[in-house]
């Protein structure tokens, strides 16, 4: 048996101690964290990764490829798409910083950078009076899942991934998004966290923004009741008008879903951050 799994609440604690470490130093970005394994809060076996260990990279899957259809004993079929499992491995890839296909990290810390460049300019020219309000979504946003769906081999087990967005663990911050919440929350902006997350996960997404370093927002907007059935545009764009209408302009919306930006009201600036990972409609 696996150390961390003989007193899995202390290992929760050292988990988020050393996450809470990480958002201290607060620096750039550009490889992913250490993760550790998760273990059921039902009682279940210890869920380990799944993953194959050795992976082939893109050129050999091409050239595997093409060395099979060179062969005239060979009827080729009709292949319009990707293949999924090699897919797969190229997502592994960009997630692990491996296999020369990028590093989603590097980029993700990238991007974090330009949108807060863009939220200093826009500071810059606030009105006298102005309250102004950022909105972050949180998945893959401001926390990351990238050991969950590691585990997962980035194909989503819905009990799985429920067990473990409670759990300590799921407060990996992401660094870049807490740079930028720490800019805004030094100029005085008010931080809002919208997330599709339901109601009865708030203690422990709470928490776990806590321990990712994310203190001194000034809310966290979960769904609950008919809110759970709307799209997540409808719901998100919604929940920012209640923002407006309470008196603060959007200086900033940072999310890695189109679903996260799209609707009315607008903020005055959006940011997009990449998430090769999940499409959320
Ligand atoms: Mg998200």
Redesign the pocket.
């Known amino acids: 048996m696996n150390a961390h799994f003989v007193k899995p609440l202390a290992a929760g604690v050292r988990f988020a101690a050393l996450t809470s470490l990480l958002a201290s130093i607060c620096v750039a970005q550009s490889t992913p964290p250490a993760c550790l394994a998760h273990k059921p809060a039902d009682g279940g076996g210890a869920v380990t990764a799944n993953r194959p260990p050795a992976r082939p990279t893109a050129q050999e899957i091409k050239a595997t490829a093409e060395a099979g259809a060179a062969d005239p004993s060979v009827l080729l079929a009709a292949e319009p798409l990707e293949n999924f499992g090699a897919e797969r491995y190229r997502i592994a890839d960009y997630a692990d910083c491996t296999g020369g296909g990028g590093c989603y990290w590097a980029d993700f810390d990238a991007q974090a950078t330009r949108a807060e460049a863009a939220l200093k300019v826009a500071l810059g020219q606030q009105k006298p009076g102005d309250r102004l309000a950022l909105v972050l979504?949180?998945?893959?946003?401001s926390l990351s899942s990238y050991c969950e769906m590691a585990r997962e081999d980035y194909g989503y087990v819905k009990p799985m991934f429920e067990s473990w967005i409670v759990s300590p663990e799921a407060s990996i911050p992401l660094l870049g998004t807490l740079r930028l919440f720490r800019t805004a929350r030094a100029a005085g902006v008010a931080v809002f966290f919208i997330t599709?997350r339901p109601e009865e996960q708030r203690a422990a997404t709470a928490a776990n923004l806590k321990s990712a370093g994310y203190e001194g927002w000034t809310d966290l907007r979960l769904r609950e009741g008919a809110e759970k059935a709307m799209s997540a545009t409808a719901y998100k764009s919604g929940e920012r008008q209640k923002i407006v209408d309470a008196g603060y302009r959007l200086i900033m919306n940072v999310?890695?879903?189109w679903s996260?930006l799209n609707g009315s009201p607008k903020a005055m600036i959006n940011v997009k951050l990449p998430?090769p990972f999940y499409y959320?409609p």
Do not use: A
Not at 137 to 141: K, L, V
């Open positions: 979504d949180i998945d893959e946003t599709g999310g890695d879903q996260d998430n959320l």
